[in-house]
């Protein structure tokens, strides 16, 4: 269903503005730059021990799920933006993205806000960047 939803509006779309596509094409665009950056993650924590990815990749974890959650609060918006009022409806094709315009708060907290995973994340860079600058100091100077 979801997909007949979507093959008929991007054939719906194609006959409609430059700005519709636009918006299409920026969507896309940062959903599958996210998706790259989960997928590098994914791999990087399949080849490393699990203490160095604990070590390396605890931060870079906090920032792709405060990532995802801006990213699905500007999709759901865009796609709003291109449905108009039928986005905003309990009911019929809005339904989706009128839930998931609803819920993004509550889709995206659980497991820590925006702000506390992107400080945890600086946090844990620091951490990694100073156990490494202990561990090979150098007499050179910046």
């Given at each position: 269903?979801?997909?007949?939803?979507?093959?008929?509006?991007?054939?719906?779309?194609?006959?409609?503005?430059?700005?519709?596509?636009?918006?299409?094409?920026?969507?896309?665009r940062?959903?599958?730059?996210?998706?790259?950056?989960?997928?590098?993650?994914?791999?990087?924590?399949?080849?490393?021990?699990?203490?160095?990815?604990?070590?390396?990749?605890?931060?870079?974890?906090?920032?792709?799920?405060?990532?995802?959650?801006?990213?699905?609060?500007?999709?759901?918006?865009?796609?709003?933006?291109?449905?108009?009022?039928?986005?905003?409806?309990?009911?019929?094709?809005g339904?989706?993205?009128?839930?998931?315009?609803?819920?993004?708060?509550?889709?995206?907290?659980p497991?820590?806000?925006?702000?506390?995973?992107?400080?945890?994340?600086?946090?844990?860079?620091?951490?990694?960047?100073?156990?490494?600058?202990?561990?090979?100091?150098?007499?050179?100077?910046?």
């Open positions: 269903m979801f997909l007949t939803f979507f093959e008929g509006l991007i054939t719906y779309t194609i006959k409609l503005s430059a700005v519709v596509r636009f918006k299409l094409a920026n969507m896309a940062e959903t599958e730059a996210l998706q790259s950056w989960i997928e590098s993650l994914i791999y990087q924590l399949g080849s490393l021990s699990a203490q160095e990815a604990t070590d390396l990749l605890a931060g870079q974890t906090a920032q792709v799920k405060a990532h995802s959650g801006i990213i699905l609060e500007k999709v759901v918006s865009q796609a709003i933006q291109i449905m108009g009022g039928l986005g905003l409806t309990k009911g019929g094709r339904e989706r993205l009128e839930r998931i315009w609803r819920d993004v708060k509550a889709i995206t907290i497991g820590g806000s925006e702000d506390i995973l992107l400080d945890l994340s600086i946090r844990r860079a620091i951490r990694v960047f100073e156990s490494r600058t202990q561990a090979h100091p150098t007499s050179s100077k910046f």
